[in-house]
């Protein structure tokens, strides 16, 4: 067995040293890597495919916009019922009563487990499977309903944890003011809750923006698309991807900042402990 | 009638027995002190009165009416007892001032303009009027300390319960939260208060009752608790406690 520093010496080389030339050789494989990649692409095709000016700006004129406001109008109900459902949904986990606990769990398993994509497929079928059915505020109830109901599964979770954190000496100090339990709950406990799980839940949102595209399986009609669907449309049309980049992009512009949101709010949560 | 009669009160954690039998009672304006040492179950015994802990088998009657019953209203019982904790429990989202004004308007369906004005009376007896918009995290340990005590006088409570109040704080910080609670006492509220201050004990209390294992060893006016214990078990707490240097030989 050798030693560490038998190996220093045969090689010649202090531990500094290679750690150095470790990094000269990861810099040369990237240098190789995009000398490659500029020589062998052929960077017209690729421009002329991926970001032709002509198909961005008739995006803009097709109504990209109209389609962008749709994805925050889809996303910001959906969240609004995830929040509402979540928060129940963290009550009734912690509840006292049993049946209430079993409930939530298998809610939160049930569509924490699932792939979101089945619960849109299942929603694009009710109306077939139950005739004449119509959920209210068509197109905008049934996509809620659907992005609304699994975030709900999620973001219970994160607020019960929320709530698991909050110290029991608030509960304590709110209960022995004479507070209900309800009260000390909704004035106490809850506002430090969602204070504590604001960076989670900003994640969440991140995550509800992205699949408010999965909307377009749902089947709605051109003029409810929000992004991916007016992305997809027009690609397929112009059958060049410029159209569906420039939608990807809309959605950066949402989330990219919300990222950013995230990682403050985790600092400064960080910075207040 | 006493104000607080607690009567064979047992209560376990599990197999742990803490509370084995407490009898004794607290008369209005009376400031009882309990000592006593870790683990004899002084905040157990402290947290059966407002009903935190739920005991086993005994009856808490405050003001003639048993809070342990099943028909006696529990929120209502327990806005007459102020509780002060020994971490302060303030709310800390909520300022110095929605801090002391939360519970009377919720509770007590008090205006928000009348518990303002109880809540800015209550702080400036506890001598901080000049923090009203500050928000908990801003006060050090002693301040805090006292926003707890003028939250809970903001519900002209007939009780103040102390658990250990200064034991959380800087010991150049006790003498502002005792000052306060020395002039409470003065002022004629009925105190029930665990404390490891020996000297505020002997100097405020009227009455002061040892525990030890779960039961009251010894109780009586201070100077007789404190200034000359009958019991063994009292002596060698005292000694441990006014001479905390001393070694026991074993
Ligand atoms: N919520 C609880 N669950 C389980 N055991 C508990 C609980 N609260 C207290 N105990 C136990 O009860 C016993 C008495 O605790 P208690 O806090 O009443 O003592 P104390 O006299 O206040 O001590 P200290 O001076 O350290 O505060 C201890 O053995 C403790 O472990
Ligand atoms: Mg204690």
Redesign the interface.
């Known amino acids: 067995m050798s030693r560490p520093t038998d190996i220093v010496e045969r090689k010649g080389l202090s531990p500094r040293q290679r750690a150095q030339r470790s990094r000269w050789i990861q810099y040369g494989i990237l240098v190789a890597l995009l000398i490659v990649a500029g020589v062998s692409a052929d960077w017209g095709q690729i421009g002329s495919v991926f970001f032709k000016p002509e198909y961005i700006k008739s995006a803009f004129e097709d109504g990209l916009l109209q389609a962008l406001v749709k994805t925050l109008e889809y996303t910001a109900g959906a969240f609004v019922i995830g929040l509402l459902g979540g928060t129940l949904l963290a009550l009734m986990r912690l509840s006292i009563v049993g049946p209430y606990r079993w409930i939530a769990t298998a809610y939160i398993e049930f569509f924490r487990g699932l792939p979101a994509i089945v619960v849109f497929i299942a929603f694009s079928l009710l109306p077939l499977a139950f005739e004449g059915m119509t959920i209210p505020f068509d197109p905008y109830g049934t996509v809620w309903l659907a992005l609304g109901i699994v975030a709900a599964a999620y973001m219970a979770e994160v607020i019960r944890a929320g709530i698991q954190a909050v110290?029991k000496?608030?509960l304590?100090?709110?209960?022995?003011?004479?507070?209900?339990a309800g009260?000390a709950t909704r004035?106490?406990v809850l506002?430090?809750a969602f204070?504590i799980v604001l960076p989670p839940l900003t994640n969440d949102l991140i995550l509800l923006v992205k699949d408010s595209s999965l909307v377009f399986i749902i089947g709605t009609t051109a003029s409810a698309y929000e992004l991916t669907g007016f992305g997809r449309d027009l690609a397929n049309t112009y059958a060049n991807l410029t159209p569906l980049v420039t939608a990807g992009f809309c959605y950066l512009i949402i989330t990219l900042p919300l990222g950013i949101l995230v990682r403050r709010l985790e600092a400064k949560a960080a910075r207040?402990r | 009638m006493a104000l607080v009669e607690i009567k064979n009160l047992h209560k376990s954690f599990g197999s742990n027995h803490v509370l084995r039998g407490i009898d004794f009672t607290v008369e209005q304006g009376e400031v009882v002190c309990v000592i006593g040492p870790s683990g004899s179950g002084k905040s157990t015994l402290l947290r059966c009165v407002n009903l935190l802990e739920i005991p086993q088998e005994g009856q808490v009657i405050v003001r003639g009416e048993d809070i342990c019953d099943r028909d006696c209203h529990l929120d209502a019982a327990r806005s007459q007892i102020g509780m002060v904790f020994q971490q302060f429990n303030l709310f800390p989202h909520l300022s110095v001032l929605a801090n002391c004004t939360v519970a009377q308007t919720t509770v007590l369906k008090r205006g928000s303009a009348e518990a303002e004005k109880i809540a800015r009376a209550n702080l400036d007896r506890v001598g901080l009027n000049d923090k009203v918009k500050a928000f908990p995290m801003q006060l050090s340990g002693g301040q805090q300390q006292r926003v707890a005590i003028a939250r809970a006088l903001s519900m002209d409570p007939a009780l103040m319960l102390f658990d250990e109040p200064t034991s959380a704080l800087d010991p150049e910080l006790v003498g502002d939260v005792l000052t306060v609670m020395r002039k409470l006492a003065l002022d004629g509220m009925t105190m029930l208060v665990v404390t490891h201050e020996m000297a505020f004990a002997r100097e405020v209390a009227d009455r002061v009752v040892f525990m030890d294992g779960g039961v009251i060893v010894e109780q009586g006016p201070p100077a007789e608790v404190i200034g000359n214990p009958q019991q063994e078990r009292t002596q060698n707490f005292l000694r441990r406690v006014l001479n905390p240097t001393h070694v026991e030989p074993t």
Do not use: T, V
Not at chain 1, 172 to 180: F, N, T, V, Y
């Open positions: 110290p000496g608030q304590e100090a709110a209960r022995s003011l004479g507070m209900p009260l004035k106490i506002p430090q204070r207040a």
